[in-house]
């Protein structure tokens, strides 16, 4: 019987579809660390997660299942054993599933119990449900392997405590949301509590698309005491040690790493997005507009920490309603980020739309229309940019913004990602004054202030026409965001809004607006997830449709 056992744990980051690169990144990884018995990874590693309708191609599985029996004969060596979570195909039926790699076979293979089907997750529309699973004995120890969702909710765990495993192990592919690392915590301490076994919660690190992933992989001991505790976005291979005691296994002691706090985490969630997003889609850098205002400055912050300086560049488009301190502020924005900036004024592109469209708008006064086409040409000049020399353009706008409709289709809302699309209006203060005062431990921008004190605060304006203010038609932020979290993020009505002290008209009104605003934001760019409720992963509301909770 084994009553040691040494367990490397690789909370690590994996590439869509890129199954070769997948899989040698583990081989690499355990020739690292021949010293111990097992190796573990994150759920579905090979393959990446999330794989949507990609892995419902069977050549996926083909490949999955070729480059997995390579992995598998490695272990012939006598070195590690792995944990390497799949894909699996058995009667026909598809499964999310981890295999287990040991002496140049695959010695099990788990599939998972509880398949997640709300947020972002969609695995009932693609995957199988498992059996509950009993443990797998590996080299003497029956190790329980709990994967994601099965560790979230009671019964696979019970009934792996009841069929004899020793040992929990759980791969996760949990993706970042803020205050999710105290819920993953409380998910282990539940399991635990029920089964009295130690847990491992290994979950990965990196951005796919619109989802970013924190890691917060830890080790938790029969007694609930965290024996280790990994850092946030950060790929780490961590070997823990296990003895057998008369109480059952326990690991020994490690580093438990202190976690960000809410506004550090956002922060790292946008570079972390956004430089996955722009490297693994090859893109050259990133453009974007630069107007002097508080969304961009901080949109071009990002970008810079995330991508270099030399990788972004910023486009200031004035047109006659734009203001000297907008254009100063921009310069001295892009010169505190050392960024390129260029200067294309749009007054002839607007000069000549008022000529082509004057015929048909004679006798009208100007109105949004007019403001529009103003954002639609800078729209249509970032993205020649981006189509001339390949840069990806970023979008600047807030979540405010897009759930009442405050930003153009084929203008400001044209580009190819947005660091803001999850990020309200207050927060972006917030997070601007944060970043003024303190660099970000994954940034690679400059140390001391990115954008000037006025950017901050200056009363918001689009300058589309004279002397705007953007609380010209909209409450206070402060107000407007405490509504929208209300009505987006907890689906309250407008009676309860208005419960809470706030003026019904209005309420009636953000509530109207968020409704009509939803073919925008079907048109909008991805931007990462930051909260619970984000436009498009997580929110999803039909285009049409006549309810109101108030008439």
Not at 535 to 548: N, Q
Request: glycine share 10%; net charge negative; charged share 25%.
């Amino acid at each position: 019987m084994t009553d040691r056992l040494k367990i490397a744990l690789a909370q690590f980051s994996q590439n869509v579809g890129d199954l070769r690169g997948n899989a040698d990144a583990m081989l690499v990884a355990r020739s690292k660390h021949m010293g111990a018995d097992l190796i573990a990874f994150p759920e579905l590693q090979l393959i990446g997660y999330p794989t949507e309708d990609l892995v419902l191609k069977p050549a996926l599985h083909a490949e999955a299942e070729a480059e997995l029996q390579r992995m598998a004969k490695v272990t012939a060596d006598g070195g590690p054993g792995m944990l390497v979570g799949t894909t699996h195909v058995r009667d026909r039926l598809l499964y999310n599933a981890v295999a287990v790699l040991d002496g140049g076979e695959v010695i099990a293979t788990v599939l998972k119990h509880e398949l997640p089907n709300y947020g972002v997750f969609d695995e009932k529309r693609v995957f199988a449900s498992g059996p509950l699973p009993g443990p797998v004995n590996f080299r003497g120890v029956r190790i329980g392997i709990p994967i994601c969702e099965d560790m979230w909710l009671s019964p696979v765990c019970e009934c792996l405590a009841e069929t004899g495993a020793e040992i929990l192990i759980s791969p996760n592919a949990s993706p970042y949301e803020l205050g999710k690392d105290d819920r993953r915590l409380s998910a282990g301490v539940g399991r635990v509590t029920e089964t009295g076994l130690p847990l491992v919660m290994l979950n990965r690190v990196g951005g796919q698309d619109e989802v970013v992933f924190d890691g917060t992989s830890y080790v938790m001991n029969p007694d609930r005491s965290l024996a280790v505790g990994f850092r946030e976005w950060d790929e780490q291979i961590i070997v823990t040690d296990w003895t057998r005691t008369a109480d059952g296994w326990r690991c020994a002691p490690g580093e438990v790493a202190t976690h960000d706090d809410d506004l550090t985490s956002i922060y790292h969630a946008m570079i972390v997005g956004l430089r996955d997003y722009v490297t693994r889609n090859r893109f050259p850098g990133v453009v974007l507009g630069l107007s002097g205002g508080i969304d961009s400055a901080l949109s071009a912050a990002v970008a810079v920490d995330a991508l270099g300086a030399d990788k972004v560049w910023c486009v200031m488009m004035p047109s006659r309603f734009t203001s000297q301190e907008s254009l100063d502020d921009a310069a001295e924005c892009a010169r505190l980020l050392g960024v390129r900036l260029d200067s294309v004024p749009i007054g002839a592109a607007m000069d000549a739309f008022d000529g082509m469209l004057s015929p048909l708008f004679e006798g009208r006064g100007r109105d949004i229309a007019e403001e529009n086409i103003q954002s639609r040409i800078r729209g249509v000049t970032l993205m020649a940019l981006s189509n001339k020399f390949g840069p990806m353009l970023l979008t600047t706008g807030n979540k405010s913004e897009m759930s009442v409709g405050y930003a153009t289709i084929y203008g400001d809302m044209a580009g190819g990602y947005s660091v803001l699309k999850d990020v309200y209006k207050t927060t972006v203060f917030e997070l601007s004054r944060w970043r003024n005062a303190n660099l970000p431990r994954l940034g690679v921008g400059a140390t001391g202030l990115v954008m000037p004190e006025r950017v901050i605060t200056k009363p918001p304006s689009a300058e589309l026409r004279d002397n705007q203010k953007d609380q010209d038609s909209l409450p206070p932020y402060d107000d407007l965001d405490a509504i929208l979290l209300d009505l987006v993020e907890h689906e309250r009505s407008v009676e309860d809004v208005v419960a809470k002290g706030f003026d019904r008209e209005t309420v009636v009104k953000i509530e109207r607006l968020l409704h009509v605003a939803e073919y925008k934001r079907r048109q909008a760019p991805p931007g990462v997830k930051i909260g619970r409720r984000s436009f498009g992963r997580d929110r999803r509301y039909p285009i049409t449709h006549a309810f109101r909770t108030v008439r």
